[in-house]
């Protein structure tokens, strides 16, 4: 048992060697030793290659200006353990998680005993559920990668969302469009709708086989449900029953898909019975923001931080970057993860960017700068092994315009770094 959250850190961290291993056979047994608690839940299941995290968050504020107490599970988290786990805006307690840590201890240890060893984020996500079934009216449980085979896939959801569906974690998901749209469409279930981003004729067939199968609706978007751009961040919405006009303040086309799909979400609990006032729904996701998604740190120089950590996200980021700063004299910070596709992201930024300065950072997944450096074929490209002296350069610019792009584990440290001392 546990006297400390020091104690904790050190047992999750023996854990980390087990690795990631997909299937539900393990979190299924532990759930049910803790008495099945995802049962006693209301939740929403968020899937796909990107956006789960701004469509979350849209939701996630829509419904609590409608006076809703809302559980979110996201992953991954950026500051520790207990960032996966919230309640509204604040994340569970050292204390809070170090007591659920003590009532499923001697359920994994049983587990342990089983050659059924829970893996690290199936611990985490049991946590969450045991969390949610004392706290909160709704949840929106983001799945952590792929959707059939993941963790989070272990609940009876009211609604079932994908983002959308482009090549990321391959290893596991498969190399095609289609084997990738096989695990997202994973999360789909029995009377429960299923609402989609913008896919492409592979996925969608896919997911439609998948909703045809667990006799449930899809709503489409483009199809079922409908936005508009227009200057200044105006954002149209049109859906079954509903239209609202608001604006956005996360910029770029990607996040108008993520708000619209957030939008249909509501109008579906509303159908369900939730109460909703989609005026307040507006006024909420104008007002929402999220961390390390084109988020402006800086005003002198210009900095802005972007988790493009894939191809998909990578396109979304570098049409974002030039619809709004078209003319400018810009440059970009970028760190990834090795075991992405960076062969194709290299190719996407070259000869976009006056230069390009390659980093690394502190986790065992992320590739080195002299990888990227060789990689690359940008005429402009530099190298720093020291990010936080990489950002220092950047930060004591009078002017300009700096991007700092990759990994998403990358632009947080960075963040952190960056909001501590300006």
């Not at 608690?37 to 299941?45: L, T």
């Not at 096989?182 to 492409?200: C, F, H, W």
């Not at 990834?336 to 502190?362: G, R, V, W």
């Given at each position: ?61 829509a ?5 809703y ?9 950026i ?5 996966h ?20 201890y ?7 005993n ?62 095609t ?5 096989y ?70 086309e ?106 690394s ?11 990227l ?22 930060i ?12 998403l584990n ?11 001392i300006?």
């Amino acid at each position: 048992m546990f006297t400390t959250f020091q104690e904790v850190e050190s047992f999750f961290d023996t854990r980390k060697s087990l690795g990631i291993r997909p299937g539900l056979d393990r979190i299924q047994r532990l759930l049910g030793l803790l008495g099945d608690p995802q049962k006693e839940i209301q939740a929403i299941h968020v899937a796909g290659t990107n956006g789960k995290g701004s469509t979350v968050q849209y939701i996630k504020n829509a419904l609590q200006a409608n006076g809703y107490q809302v559980g979110v599970f996201i992953s991954p988290s950026i500051t520790g353990l207990t960032g996966h786990i919230y309640l509204n805006d604040t994340e569970i307690g050292n204390e809070e998680f170090l007591q659920l840590c003590n009532e499923i201890y001697p359920y994994i240890k049983q587990l342990d005993n089983e050659n059924l060893a829970p893996t690290e984020f199936e611990i985490i996500t049991a946590l969450g559920f045991l969390y949610f079934s004392l706290n909160g009216d709704i949840a929106l449980i983001e799945a952590g990668m792929g959707g059939r085979a993941d963790t989070t896939n272990c609940f009876q959801p009211i609604i079932s969302i994908i983002t959308n569906i482009a090549k990321d974690h391959t290893r596991f998901l498969g190399e095609t469009i289609a084997e990738i749209a096989y695990q997202k469409a994973g999360i789909i279930k029995r009377n429960a709708p299923v609402i989609t981003g913008e896919l492409d004729r592979e996925a969608e067939s896919v997911i439609e086989l998948e909703a045809e199968k667990r006799k449930t609706g899809v709503y489409k978007l483009d199809e079922d449900f409908f936005y508009r751009r227009e200057k200044h961040q105006q954002f149209i919405w049109k859906g079954n029953h509903v239209q609202i006009e608001t604006r956005l303040n996360m910029v770029g086309e990607h996040q108008a898909k993520n708000a619209s799909i957030a939008l249909m979400a509501l109008e579906l609990l509303s159908d369900k019975g939730y109460s909703i006032s989609f005026s307040k729904a507006g006024d909420a996701i104008a007002a929402t923001r999220l961390a390390g998604r084109f988020e402006l740190v800086s005003n002198e120089p210009i900095i802005i931080l972007d988790g493009a950590h894939n191809p998909d996200g990578m396109a979304a980021f570098l049409s974002t970057v030039e619809e709004n700063f078209p003319h400018t004299y810009k440059h970009i910070l970028f760190a990834a993860f090795k075991d992405k596709d960076l062969e194709l992201m290299l190719e996407q930024i070259e000869n976009k960017f006056a230069s390009i300065t390659f980093t690394s950072f502190p986790h065992p997944r992320a590739a080195q700068t002299e990888q990227l450096f060789s990689s690359s074929s940008d005429v402009n490209k530099r190298i720093h092994d020291n990010w936080i002296e990489a950002v220092d350069e950047i930060i004591k610019k009078e002017s300009g315009y700096y991007f700092i792009t990759g990994s998403l584990n990358f632009i947080f440290l960075v963040r952190t770094y960056i909001l501590a001392i300006k």
